[in-house]
């Protein structure tokens, strides 16, 4: 769904435990430039090709990735679009408290609390989800970003530190569409915008200050990875 000019939202389908959910990379483009927010789920690399094939902008353009957070949702498919493309120079940006996390160096947060009660759960659970656990997918960053920092990318993107679903979460202002791209700083639930699930958020203070440093931006509409796209009244 392209949503301004340049700027196209993803909506990728997943079966998670059962349950069908949809979540929302960003592409936003320019002649030189092709940047993908976030990289989906671990196996989803064909239906993110299509998706971008379907939006007019082949993934062979791809020249930088950015990172909002390191739920597995959103890094799953970075290892294998670097090994898909071996020879194109994609760059690939994040959050420096993120980056650990992201090339393997720390076991993802969430992974790790999961791993500390999984001796709990039912077996076949169990024995489904703890190689996954503890062998998450994992790839290179090849810089961090500065909270204010304007990437020159397709009009400039502002880079907006927005910590508690993860303490090294950020979000993206779009200036030349006033598009925010909040990540999972903000969810869409039943039309309206929400706070991120407390379950899944690592720190629900920051997270509540980060929704009002979000609200300060001039923005028209705001892409929510859980939701959608959201036009502001």
């Known amino acids: ?11 990728i389908s997943a079966n998670i435990m059962g349950e069908t959910t949809v979540i929302h990379p960003t592409i936003i483009w320019d002649e030189q430039h092709v940047v993908l927010v976030d990289t989906g789920y671990p196996g989803q690399l064909d239906i993110i090709r299509k998706a ?4 007019g902008i082949p993934i062979e353009r791809l020249t930088t990735i950015i990172l909002t957070h390191q739920d597995i949702d959103h890094i799953g498919c970075l290892p294998a679009i670097m090994n ?19 090339q393997g160096d720390k076991l993802l947060i969430k992974f790790a609390h999961a791993l500390s009660q999984i001796d709990s759960w039912p077996e076949e659970q169990r024995t489904k989800l703890k190689p996954v656990f503890e062998n998450p997918p994992k790839g290179r960053v090849d810089r961090t970003l500065q909270d204010g920092e304007v990437l020159p990318y397709c009009g400039g993107l502002t880079v907006i530190n927005t910590p508690g679903h993860t303490p090294g979460h950020i979000s993206l202002y779009h200036q030349a569409s006033q598009t925010l791209i909040a990540g999972d700083a903000m969810f869409i639930v039943d039309g309206k915008l929400a706070l991120p699930d407390p379950k899944t958020t690592i720190d629900m203070e920051a997270a509540e200050e980060s929704v009002k440093k979000i609200q300060e931006y001039d923005y028209k509409q705001m892409i929510c990875y859980h939701g959608g796209l959201y036009i502001r009244s």
Do not use: D
């Not at 971008?52 to 939006?55: D, E, H, S, V, Y």
């Not at 940006?93 to 992201?102: Q, V």
């Open 52 to 55: 971008m094939a379907q939006a």
């Open 84 to 102: 898909e493309f071996p020879h194109n120079r994609i760059e690939v940006l994040a959050n420096e408290i993120e980056r650990p996390y992201i």
């Open 1 to 11: 769904m392209q949503v301004a000019s340049g700027v196209e939202m993803l909506e």
